[in-house]
């Protein structure tokens, strides 16, 4: 489970904002009836203003409710990780822990990082960086052991 666990906590937490974004259409304005009096144009742009800025605060909105989402999914998911590991840690013999805590950081970024490539070919571009793949490294080893890791390059 903490493989699993660990590649959704990576989806949403790299890619969560590109997923989330959401295109609104724009409001459309009613017409006046033809015999009601023409509004003037100074009229129609304050109005237009107040649909605007009314579309930005429900965005604006919006947009703060689906990051408040994501934060409490993050986490939940991270609890859990952090329940299966310490389980797991539990299960290894204590002459293995040293051994365990060397290998298991870079086993598990290595296997969330391919599990990424698999599951999202079309993002191989930005998952082939270097930088994404040094901070996947130190997240797992952080997690795991407590502090930043030296992965060989």
Same mark, same amino acid.
């Given at each position: ?57 429900? $965005? ?55 599990? $990424? ?21 130190? $997240? ?14």
């Amino acid at each position: 489970f903490i493989v699993h666990d660990t590649f959704w906590w990576v989806v949403l937490h790299f890619f969560g904002a590109r997923v989330q974004k959401i295109k609104h259409p724009k409001p459309r304005m009613r017409r006046a009836a033809s015999s009601q009096s023409v509004v003037s144009t100074k009229s129609k742009s304050n109005s237009e203003s107040m649909m605007d800025m009314r579309e930005r605060r429900r $965005l604006f909105k919006e947009r703060a409710e689906a990051r408040v989402q994501r934060e409490r999914m993050l986490a939940a998911i991270q609890d859990r990780i952090a329940e299966n590991f310490v389980t797991l840690f539990l299960s290894v013999p204590s002459f293995d822990k040293d051994l365990f805590l060397d290998v298991y950081p870079d086993t598990l970024a290595q296997t969330v990082y391919y599990s $990424l490539c698999t599951a999202y070919p079309n993002s191989l571009g930005w998952l082939t960086d270097d930088s994404f793949r040094w901070q996947l490294a130190q $997240l797992m080893s952080v997690w795991t052991v407590g502090h930043a890791h030296s992965f060989a390059t």
